[in-house]
C-alpha cells in the first residue's frame, strides 16, 4: 500500500497537556510516527511518498475561513502578546459555553484561542499549523491517488484530525484529515463516502462535520462517552439530522472491550456502511483501542490488528486511511504495519 508521509510533522511537538491539575509531557508525540514509518520501511509494505502541495480551497471546504485564518496567525499572535512566549505552548483555559456568544470574535487572543477549541490538553505550537497542514496534504495526495484507481492508500498524518470540527481544535487535533478527504472523495466524483473511525475516542469532529449530510455516511467504534473522552458525544442515540438523519452510527463500547466483542460492532459497522452503498471508504485509523495503550480502555492484541486489516480489505471498497491516535509507542509501529500488512494479504 502506498503511505504519504509529511516531514512537517516533526514542526508541531507539544510540551504539556492540562490533565486532572497538572501539565504532563504531551502523549500525542512525534516519534509517533517515525515509529510507523521505521516500521512501514523495514518490513517493504510498499512506496512512501511525500504529499503534493493543495491550497487552502479543500481545507475550507471542511473547516471555516475565520478558524484557518486564526490557525495561521495564532503563533505570531501568542508571541505577540509577550516574546517570552516563544518558549511556551498556547493552551486556553476559556470557553465560552452555554449562554456566551461565539459570533463576536474577540480582539483577546486568549479569548480567541478558547473560542476555537474545547479542551487544554492541545498545546498549540511554533509548528501545529505546517504541521497540520502537511498531514491534510497527506490525506489529499491519498485521494487523488485512490481517485486515480489505487485501490488504497494510507495517509500518515500527524497532527491527528478527528476531533477537529468545522471551527474548533482538540483532542491533540486541528484540521480533521478525515472529514477533508471525505469531501475531496465526493468533490473528486465520489457520489457517497463512508467514514469508519476505529480510534478509541469518538470522532466528534467528523461525527458533526456531516451529521445532517445523507451523502456522508459516519460510523465510529469507540470507548462509551459516559466515562471515555471526549465525554459529550459519541452516543448510541446519535443517528444524523434533517437530510442526514440515519447516516450516522455510534457503537460505544464500555472500557476492558476485548477483540472478541469489538469486532462483532466492526462487523455491524461494516454491514452498515454495505447498506449504504457507498462508493469509497474513509477509515480513520486509531490505534489506541491496543491493550497497553496508556489513554485508553480497550484489550486488543497486536495480532488482532491482521484480522482488521483483513476485513477492511474483505469489503472491497477503494479507501484512504487516515491515521489518528495510539500512545503506546514502543509497538504502535508494529500495530498499525499488521493491520496495514493484513489488508494486503
Ligand atoms: N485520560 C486522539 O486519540 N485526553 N485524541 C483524555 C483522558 C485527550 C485523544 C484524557 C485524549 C485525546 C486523536
Ligand atoms: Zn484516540
Redesign the pocket.
Known amino acids: 500500500m502506498i503511505t504519504f508521509y509529511n516531514a512537517s510533522h516533526l514542526r508541531h511537538q507539544g510540551r504539556l ?1 492540562m ?1 486532572r491539575g497538572e501539565l504532563l509531557p504531551c502523549f ?1 508525540r512525534a516519534d509517533r510516527v517515525e515509529t510507523v514509518l521505521a516500521e512501514l520501511r523495514a518490513r517493504r509494505l510498499g512506496p512512501i511518498e511525500a504529499p503534493e502541495p493543495f491550497d487552502d480551497a479543500p481545507l475550507a471546504r471542511v473547516h471555516t475561513q475565520r478558524y484557518l485564518d486564526f490557525l495561521r496567525t495564532a503563533w505570531q499572535e501568542w508571541i505577540a502578546l509577550d516574546p517570552a512566549n516563544a518558549g511556551k505552548d498556547a493552551l486556553p483555559s476559556f470557553w465560552p459555553i452555554r449562554g456566551f456568544r461565539s459570533d463576536r470574535l474577540p480582539d483577546n487572543f486568549a479569548a480567541r484561542l478558547g473560542l476555537f477549541s474545547f ?1 487544554a ?1 492541545t498545546p498549540l505550537t511554533a509548528g501545529s499549523w505546517a504541521a497540520a497542514r502537511g498531514g491534510a496534504c497527506c490525506a489529499l495526495s491519498a485521494v487523488r491517488r485512490v481517485l486515480a484507481g489505487e485501490r488504497a492508500a494510507f495517509a500518515l498524518t500527524r497532527p ?1 484530525g ?2 477537529a470540527g468545522v471551527d474548533f481544535f482538540g ?3 486541528f484540521l480533521n484529515n478525515a472529514a477533508i478527504a471525505a469531501q475531496a472523495l465526493r468533490d473528486g466524483g465520489a457520489a457517497r463516502v463512508a467514514v469508519l473511525d476505529i ?3 469518538h470522532g466528534n469532529g467528523t461525527q458533526a462535520i456531516f451529521y445532517e449530510r445523507p451523502d456522508v455516511f459516519f460510523a465510529s467504534i469507540h470507548g462509551d462517552p459516559r466515562t471515555e ?1 471526549p465525554f459529550y458525544l459519541g452516543h448510541a442515540d446519535e443517528r444524523g439530522a434533517g437530510a442526514g438523519l440515519g447516516c450516522n452510527l455510534n457503537l460505544p463500547l464500555p472500557r476492558g472491550t476485548a477483540y472478541p466483542e469489538w469486532q462483532q460492532a466492526l462487523a455491524q459497522a461494516l454491514q452498515a456502511i454495505n447498506g449504504f452503498c457507498a462508493d469509497a471508504l474513509v477509515l480513520s485509523l ?1 490505534m ?1 483501542t491496543f491493550e497497553h495503550d496508556p ?1 485508553s480502555g480497550f484489550r486488543l492484541k497486536r495480532d488482532d490488528y491482521y484480522r482488521i486489516g483483513e476485513t477492511l480489505a474483505a469489503q472491497g471498497l477503494p479507501i484512504v486511511i487516515t491515521f ?2 495510539g500512545y503506546a509507542v514502543d509497538e504502535l509501529g508494529i500495530n498499525t504495519a499488521n493491520l496495514l500488512q493484513g489488508f494486503e494479504q
Do not use: S, T
Open positions: 497537556e490533565f500525542e479542551d490538553g491527528p478527528h476531533h483532542g491533540y487535533c480510534d478509541y475516542h473522552y486509531g489506541d489513554i489518528e491516535g
